[in-house]
Nanobody, 127 residues
Framework: QVQLVESGGGLVQPGGSLRLSCAVS????????MGWFRQAPGKEREFVST????????YYSESVKGRFTISKDNAKNTVYLQMNSLKPEDKAVYYC????????????????????WGQGTQVTVSS
């Protein structure tokens, strides 16, 4: 059973930074796509960012582009999400997800295409 465990969430002031980590129980190169989604209170879960393919193409939602950076360390089987210039609207539970199938560009934002999910980590942005 594949396990994804997120960490690094917490409370941060607007303009601050956090780095989320997602530790994977299997070798990360097994998964063609690894990404992050988030769910704010009262809203549906939405796409944030993903790494796709062996070439590690990156994708970001418009709301986080330029502020968040996704990366992966295959030696540590860990995926990261560096979040800078955080805003109150970034407050959400952040979920790590992994997909084994090769996805096209239009599918990477579709959460139904991902096979495995973590339990989530809370990020709160408030002064």
């Amino acid at each position: 059973q594949v396990q994804l465990v997120e960490s690094g969430g917490g409370l941060v002031q607007p303009g601050g930074s956090l780095r989320l980590s997602c530790a994977v129980s299997e070798r990360t190169f097994r998964f063609d796509t690894m990404g992050w989604f988030r769910q704010a209170p009262g809203k549906e879960r939405e796409f944030v960012s993903t790494l796709r393919g062996r070439g590690d193409s990156t994708y970001y939602s418009e709301s986080v582009k330029g502020r968040f950076t996704i990366s992966k360390d295959n030696a540590k089987n860990t995926v990261y999400l560096q979040m800078n210039s955080l805003k109150p609207e970034d407050k959400a539970v952040y979920y790590c997800a992994a997909g084994v199938n090769r996805l096209n560009t239009s599918s990477v934002r579709n959460q139904r295409m991902y096979n495995y999910w973590g339990q989530g980590t809370q990020v709160t942005v408030s002064s």
